[in-house]
């Protein structure tokens, strides 16, 4: 029997001597070498010998790297109560480590990227296994389990909070100079700050930390050193504390450094930096970054514009919730510049944004369900939109309000009701001017009364409203309202014209073609014909046709006009047929 004992204690002396070696090897950065000495030791039980194992297989040092086996070794030492092992157990449970990410993770690393500040979340952490184990190793003193058992009171889900005794246990790694523990305490007493005097340990302790190389502390630092809370105000410093930050993978720290080299802030400005950061965290999943990458590529400037590559990042942006970035995608969509044409496309992320509390956007879509370019449900949730916000003073609603009831969207037409809502806001709103001048003018809701109509219209008219433009001018064309004014009227379709609307284009050619109170241009008035045709106008396609044909403009050209007479046709006016079966037949062509 002494024998036996003599023989096991040799063992066991043995084995320490084996794991001594195998420190001062690791210590050299030679795990090889240390690895046969860990494996004797280990199989004698030691535990500390187990958890080399285990990190040599985690980290590939040494051996090729194995998940299942470093997970193996690792438990083996954990269920020892050697701390370190549970510790980092504890951190594997907590970050929800995969088979693929666990070697690339371990180490300090493991349990620092925990406590970071906007990173893209974990898969599947087991909180309830991750406190069972950082509670062991910190019971027996651990100071990083002791950090890494506050994060999981503070995060961890709800019948696990305990943020009082996480506050306790960070405080205490932060005493053993944990550095998770002075981030984890910093992180506590920044919650509940107010006063200046409330950010100095705060600062001190992420000071601490950041000179540990923990990217977190350092990106909060840099908040803080920007701002000028607990340390002195210092942009230069603030913006290298962000540049630390991102280059260990910090996502907003890799926003705030990329919009600094952006702006020149702190730094000297280097748009083309600044993008490959902003994009860094954007890919990362930052909606902020996402937007902004958007914005250069859309813009131009520093950077070629590309509209496609603006769609992908606004995409990218406007689906993790950036309102700003929907609203800019929604307008892409409807002009289809970069991205498919699209108008139901566009309201899709118009309502997005304004969802989201973006009341520009809810314009936007507005403008969609008037123009019939959105959803039924679109159309009664603008109109009570419009409705709720009218009721509350706001008379650009009011005025939407009344077009809403005036065009039956979303809502039962009511043109009375109509009338009411833009005599409300037409005092202040141009656009109501006018769209009360035509219900004036038409009867619609109201009596009819072409003197007022022509007023209401006229002033809609001298503030820009081409449309008013175009329907005083046709007032004073035939005298409705107040007196005749042809050479008045020429002038308003002259503007008009000058912004490119087709009817006042039509209604000079119409003019100058004679039978008004101004000299007769036939040339002019081809010309005006041929410009309002170009632009989609029906009646003068037929006009500008029956000019070509009977070179009533100065020449003639008879296969031109044969074009628009079927172009007239093919827009709905039927009267082209008689004009286009009196042309002759086209000459045929030379053998």
């Not at 204690?9 to 084995?15: K, Y």
């Not at 690339?104 to 296994?129: H, I, N, R, T, Y």
């Not at 700003?324 to 510049?337: Q, V, W």
Request: hydrophobic share 45%; glycine share 10%; proline share 3%.
């Amino acid at each position: 029997m002494a024998s036996w004992f003599s023989r096991l204690a040799g063992l066991f002396s043995s084995a320490k001597t084996d794991l001594k070696r195998a420190r001062a090897l690791i210590e050299a950065e030679r795990r090889a070498e240390a690895f046969p000495l860990l494996t004797r030791a280990a199989k004698a039980g030691l535990a500390e010998a187990e958890f080399q194992i285990a990190r040599s297989y985690l980290e590939g040092a040494g051996v090729p790297p194995s998940v299942a086996e470093g997970a193996r070794w690792l438990e083996k030492s954990a269920q020892q109560g050697f701390a370190p092992a549970q510790s980092l157990f504890a951190a594997f449970y907590a970050q929800g480590v995969s088979a693929g990410d666990a070697g690339e993770k371990l180490g300090g690393s493991l349990a620092a990227s925990l406590f970071s500040v906007g990173q893209a979340a974990v898969p599947k952490p087991d909180f309830e296994k991750a406190a069972f184990w950082a509670r062991k190793a910190s019971d027996a003193g651990n100071s990083d389990a002791q950090a890494l058992l506050g994060y999981v009171l503070t995060a961890g889900p709800e019948n696990l909070r305990d943020l009082d005794q996480a506050e306790i246990l960070y405080g205490k790694a932060a005493a053993a100079n944990s550095a998770q523990g002075q981030l984890g305490y910093a992180l506590a007493l920044l919650r509940r700050a107010k006063d200046p005097e409330d950010y100095v340990e705060p600062a001190r302790l992420l000071g601490a930390a950041a000179e540990a190389h923990v990217g977190t502390a350092e990106y909060l630092l840099g908040v803080l050193s920007e701002q000028g809370q607990g340390v002195e105000k210092d942009l230069v410093a603030a913006v290298d504390l962000y540049r630390r930050a991102s280059e260990r993978g910090v996502r907003t720290a890799q926003y705030r450094y990329g919009m600094a080299l952006l702006n020149g802030v702190g730094v000297e400005a280097d748009p083309v930096t600044a993008e490959s950061w902003l994009r860094r965290a954007a890919i990362a999943g930052d909606p902020d970054a996402a937007a902004t990458v958007g914005e250069l590529y859309s813009r131009g400037g520093a950077l070629p514009p590309n509209m496609a590559e603006a769609g992908i990042w606004l995409r990218r942006a406007a689906e993790a919730g950036h309102r700003g970035a929907a609203r800019a995608l929604g307008a892409m969509h409807l002009s289809g510049s970069g991205v498919v044409k699209d108008a139901q496309e566009a309201a899709n992320w118009f309502r997005q944004s304004a969802e989201a509390g973006d009341l520009a956007s809810r314009y936007d879509l507005a403008a969609l369900v008037l123009q019939g370019k959105a959803s039924p449900t679109d159309s009664a949730d603008t109109a009570a939109w419009f409705h709720s916000e009218a009721e509350k003073g706001d008379m650009v609603a009011a005025f939407n309000y009344g077009v809403c009831l005036s065009e039956g969207v979303g809502v039962t037409k009511n043109e009375a009701e109509a009338a009411k809502w833009l005599r409300r806001s037409a005092d202040t709103v141009i656009n109501a001017q006018y769209w009360y001048g035509r219900l004036l003018l038409e009867g619609r809701g109201l009596a009819a009364n072409a003197e007022e109509a022509r007023v209401w219209i006229a002033r809609a008219a001298d503030s820009g409203v081409i449309d008013a433009q175009v329907a005083l001018a046709e007032m004073m064309v035939n005298g409705r309202g107040g007196p005749a004014d042809h050479a008045g009227a020429i002038r308003l379709f002259h503007r008009a014209a000058n912004q490119n609307h087709s009817g006042a284009m039509y209604a000079l050619g119409a003019m100058y073609g004679g039978g008004h109170e101004i000299p007769w241009d036939r040339a002019a008035a081809q010309t005006w014909f041929q410009a309002a045709a170009e632009r989609g106008h029906a009646h003068a396609m037929m006009m500008i046709a029956r000019y070509l044909a009977r070179g009533l403009g100065g020449h003639r050209d008879r296969d031109a006009a044969r074009m628009w007479f079927e172009r007239a046709l093919a827009a709905g006016i039927t009267d082209a047929q008689v004009d286009l079966d009196a042309l002759p037949a086209p000459a045929a062509a030379p053998v």
